[in-house]
């Protein structure tokens, strides 16, 4: 079983989240936007390469993403603001049980378990993988459920944000990663930035 660690986005459903090893190396990045048909919440590796993606397909209150692996549609995921802690994933039959408010996920197929997260008490969710041949695929659906949060909690107003055409927290893809991506230091350094800046407002 491989252990990964995720920085959760803690102000709206959009911007970017770090994804690091045991040893605080990073290991993905995860980059993206959803509220929209055609937005997309992607997860890329050190040089910036998209391994997997989430595009919304569909708006109203059962959007439905689609999930795709080295840009080959594998499966769907519809979300459901009424249904919020029980999904599934169709074309690869994965479920996904959790708890918005105590923010614990596990995702199984049939009655073996592929991941499960759960709050590491540092602002970063902690992710166990199982089947670490649908690594990707986990910690991307993980970073979606972290996010998912904040439009069926209602803690936060994303759609008044996408509605609105506002600016969203660190962009839509935070400049698309390019040219350069940021170390583990100059993120942790930016996030602290924009929350004085917030307090001060």
Do not use: C
Not at 43 to 56: G, N, P, R, T
Not at 84 to 89: A, G, H, I, K, N
Not at 173 to 192: A, C, M, N, W
Request: glycine letters at 8%; proline letters at 3%.
């Amino acid at each position: 079983m491989r252990e990964l660690y995720l920085t959760q986005v803690t102000h709206a459903a959009t911007g970017m989240s770090l994804v690091t090893n045991e040893l605080g190396t990073i290991a993905y990045y995860i980059t993206g936007e959803m509220g929209q048909t055609g937005n997309r919440l992607k997860i890329l590796d050190k040089s910036a390469h998209v391994l997997a993606e989430l595009e919304q397909a569909s708006l109203g209150f059962l959007p439905r993403f689609t999930l795709r692996v080295a840009n080959t549609q594998v499966g769907s995921i519809g979300l459901s603001l009424q249904l919020r802690e029980v999904l599934f994933v169709s074309g690869v039959n994965w479920l996904i049980l959790g708890n918005l408010d105590k923010q614990r996920f596990q995702i199984s197929k049939m009655r073996h378990q592929l991941a499960a997260s759960f709050p590491k008490g540092d602002g970063r969710l902690t992710i166990q993988i199982a089947d670490v041949d649908n690594e990707v695929a986990l910690v991307l659906i993980t970073a979606f459920l972290d996010r998912w949060q904040f439009i069926a909690s209602g803690r936060t107003a994303p759609w008044f944000t996408f509605m609105t055409g506002r600016e969203p927290l660190l962009g839509s893809s935070y400049r698309e990663l390019k040219p350069s991506l940021p170390s583990h230091s100059q993120f942790v350094t930016l996030g602290t930035s924009i929350k004085s800046h917030q307090k001060r407002r």
